[in-house]
């Protein structure tokens, strides 16, 4: 992939040239000023790439002998990788000087702003000159569990790929289910957000889970595990809110229906790397972070399927919420009220089954109602009277 700008020139009489080509000595291959997290993740895989594949044992990707023994690599596939690899090594050398430039700028810059615009465009020097890097592509192709997220170019990969598919799923749920405009009206989303209940022992109910999807009411038993993912560059810890609303609670009392606080945290401080918010990171902190404690929604008989909606907020500072009242919740206000920036949401949905009536009793609520399954013209509530 990385010699496709290379091979078409290639020809029988630049077999010479190539047999002689060799790895020259630069950015990418001086590890010494270089991260680690840049380097190929993979030892045997970098053996292979850097040093040539064995045709005994055949690349390490191939883990059976008698598979290895059948692999032969295309011709001067080695000696045109080289070549093209110290093209693009020398185009990167272009973009890390201009980066040293704006380093030593950035030394003798006082004012906040300026010097915020010299790192956004340090940011995008460091993606041009790593995101042709053979060894970055393959970690994230790869390793995308392991990558130092830190790293500019690892997140402008994870951004595009957010953007090409997961983005676009979101975003039709969230307006499919009409989570926009019932709950917020419109939403600029700039975070990934990822829900799961790792409590869960089958492995369909214990992965992340697909917005919009229908999860029955043991799935969700518990507090999720939720990741945000940041993709521009975070200095310092930023603080977040994470609130669980359920729009669809029965009104009697007007006969339509009204939004309840199902879970509620604030003053989370996150990074571009420590970015999830579990059970565990809560339970160690006490009440530090937590304003609602968890109840999932527990739908009753013949109640429509519920929507269980996530938003994720940035904070523009520290927030004290003490009193906040789960019944008739609008989240509205309290966006408004808190100064808090919408920047991410997700969705799930639940209707009454078997496992209902258990939870109930655990979360010490009242015995479920059985509705009507025809909705009725007039209030319940006062009825009698």
């Not at 290895?68 to 080695?78: F, L, Q, V």
């Not at 408004?336 to 496992?355: C, K, M, P, Y």
């Amino acid at each position: 992939m990385i010699g496709n700008r290379l091979v078409r020139s290639v020809s029988s009489r630049n077999v010479r040239l190539l047999s002689s080509t060799s790895f020259r000595s630069g950015v990418w291959t001086q590890s010494q000023n270089r991260p680690s997290s840049l380097k190929l993740i993979d030892s045997k895989t970098y053996e292979d790439i850097f040093n040539g594949i064995n045709p005994e044992k055949g690349p390490g990707s191939i883990a059976k002998p008698e598979e290895s023994r059948a692999y032969h690599s295309p011709h001067h596939i080695d000696d045109t990788f080289k070549l093209a690899y110290n093209v693009l090594e020398a185009e990167s050398e272009d973009y890390y000087k201009q980066i040293e430039s704006l380093k030593e700028r950035l030394n003798k810059v006082q004012d906040q702003k300026e010097t915020d615009l010299i790192k956004n465009h340090i940011d995008k020097l460091l993606i041009k000159a790593e995101r042709q890097n053979p060894e970055v592509l393959y970690n994230i192709e790869y390793f995308q569990e392991k990558i130092d997220k830190n790293q500019p170019v690892y997140r402008e990969f994870l951004k595009n790929k957010w953007e090409s598919h997961d983005l676009m799923v979101s975003m039709q749920r969230l307006e499919q289910l009409c989570v926009i405009p019932d709950t917020l009206p419109t939403l600029d989303p700039k975070v990934e957000v990822k829900v799961k209940f790792p409590h869960n022992v089958d492995p369909s109910f214990a992965d992340w889970v697909t917005p919009g999807e229908i999860l029955p009411s043991f799935a969700v038993s518990q507090p999720p595990t939720i990741e945000i993912q940041e993709f521009d560059r975070i200095d310092t810890e930023q603080l977040y809110s994470v609130i669980v609303i359920n729009p669809d609670t029965p009104d009697l009392t007007t006969n339509s229906f009204k939004t309840t606080l199902q879970y509620g945290l604030c003053n989370v401080p996150l990074n571009n790397v420590d970015n999830i918010i579990s059970p565990a990171k809560l339970l160690a902190n006490g009440d530090k972070y937590t304003f609602k404690e968890y109840e999932p929604l527990l739908p009753e008989k013949n109640a429509q399927t519920q929507r269980a909606c996530l938003w994720v907020f940035r904070q523009s500072g520290p927030l004290s919420l003490n009193s906040i009242s789960s019944d008739k919740f609008d989240v509205r206000e309290f966006t408004s009220e808190n100064n808090l920036t919408a920047v991410g949401a997700h969705v799930w949905r639940q209707h009454f089954d078997r496992s209902v009536n258990d939870l109930r009793s655990k979360y010490g609520l009242n015995k479920g109602r059985v509705f009507h399954r025809v909705r009725k013209p007039h209030p319940l509530v006062g009825l009698a009277n």
